[in-house]
């Protein structure tokens, strides 16, 4: 072999041991930069703190007479309170929500659910208050959809108010609020591509006032942001309005949940997060809606269920009702994040028994 051929082979075999230098180097950055993404993005997702309070024990009133009448009720024991180890008395670990729509014209929340996610055995149950929902407040309009309002209006807290009114109903402390700008809610649908879904009803509807336009036939379609929207604000086509608007709020739920809840829309999960964080008021952190949306995609949308509080309709039909013994079943089976149960003790609930208005506490706010 000649001086040149030697030459020519080690320039080759120079050249090729650089360029594999290269490719190793290469190679060890792009793995330490997802290594630092991974630690990074760990570092980043946590959970929010439990809260710190156990049963609520309402002040019982000691003439334990009822609310609107002068008959004698009988008055609750108060049962335990329990310390904050006991939410992870039932196998689970349980964070709790209240999260409400708001439209931008007003503070009035219509669509309230309260939600229980177990992100150790990746379960959600999710229950329905109807807009309409007695609650003992002192003010004259005592819908629960109205406690956001009151409280933006006392001292610019909404979410306080809201938190205090549900409290009452439910018996314990709830830990998280999400307060949902609807424009939001069309954002997240627009993010995943849209979602198919069966309309129930023809939907006609028009407020100019509110913004809300709302022109769908029944049937299979998919439905961008806007129209998935019109679907879940519409009442006025059923017999029963607000309970038939749940009715549809859930069912879509369900379905968006089954087609978000897939590998196809990891990649859009970013997107979501950003508009949350973005448009929602709420006392989770970036880190906190990171680490629900992580533990989310390990859910699988046969374990999340709806359900509604269980009520009767007062004849005059202003008011709903709370049905006080179903209540508390559904509240201890599917809410309840406590190892110790919510008994009447624990709530300040306005219902009708036999006819009479009756009050857990034997007291009327605002008489």
């Known amino acids: 072999m000649s001086t040149d051929d030697k030459n020519s082979k080690n320039n080759i075999n120079k050249k090729a041991k650089r360029k594999s230098r290269k490719l190793a180097v290469t190679i060890t950055l792009l793995l330490a930069v997802l290594l630092t993404g991974v630690l990074v993005f760990k570092f980043f997702i946590k959970p929010p703190p439990m809260p710190s309070a156990g049963l609520h024990n309402p002040t019982v009133q000691n003439s334990g007479k009822n609310a609107e009448a002068n008959t004698q009720t009988p008055t609750p024991e108060k049962s335990g309170t329990s310390d904050t180890s006991s939410i992870f008395g039932k196998g689970g670990e349980y964070h709790t929500f209240v999260v409400v729509g708001r439209d931008k014209y007003g503070s009035n929340t219509d669509t309230i659910m309260i939600v229980r996610f177990d992100t150790k055995n990746h379960k959600i149950n999710v229950v329905s208050v109807p807009r309409d929902t007695l609650v003992n407040i002192p003010e004259t309009n005592k819908r629960v959809n109205a406690l956001y309002a009151y409280g933006k209006l006392a001292d610019g807290n909404g979410p306080k108010r809201l938190m205090q009114g549900l409290r009452d109903i439910l ?5 998280n609020y999400v307060v949902v700008d609807l424009a939001a ?5 627009d993010a995943v591509g849209g979602i198919k879904y069966n309309v129930p009803v023809d939907m006609h509807y028009s407020d100019p006032e509110q ?3 709302i022109n769908l036939n029944r049937g299979e379609q998919l439905l961008n942001g806007k129209n998935a929207l019109g ?4 009442r006025a086509g ?10 549809t709020q859930q ?3 369900k379905t968006a ?4 809840l897939s590998l196809g829309n990891v990649p859009n999960l970013p997107k979501i997060i950003n508009i949350l964080i973005k448009n929602v008021e709420t006392n989770l952190t970036g880190s906190n809606i990171a680490f629900f949306a992580k533990e989310l995609l390990k859910c699988k949308a046969d374990d999340i269920n709806f359900y509604t509080l269980p009520f009767d309709l007062n004849p005059e039909g202003i008011y709903v009702l709370i049905r006080i013994s179903d209540w508390l079943d559904i509240v201890n089976a599917h809410l309840n994040p406590l190892s110790d149960k919510v008994t009447e003790a624990n709530v300040d609930i306005i219902t009708k028994v036999n006819g009479q208005f009756y009050s857990t506490t034997g007291k009327y706010a605002g008489s």
């Open 238 to 247: 059923y017999a029963n309005a607000d309970i038939g608007r749940i009715a």
């Open 231 to 234: 679907v879940v604000r519409f």
């Open 171 to 175: 018996g314990f402390e709830i830990g």
């Open 211 to 213: 913004g809300l336009e």
């Open 185 to 189: 809610f069309e954002q997240i649908v």
């Open 257 to 260: 949940a089954k087609q978000m």
């Open 251 to 253: 069912d879509f739920l």
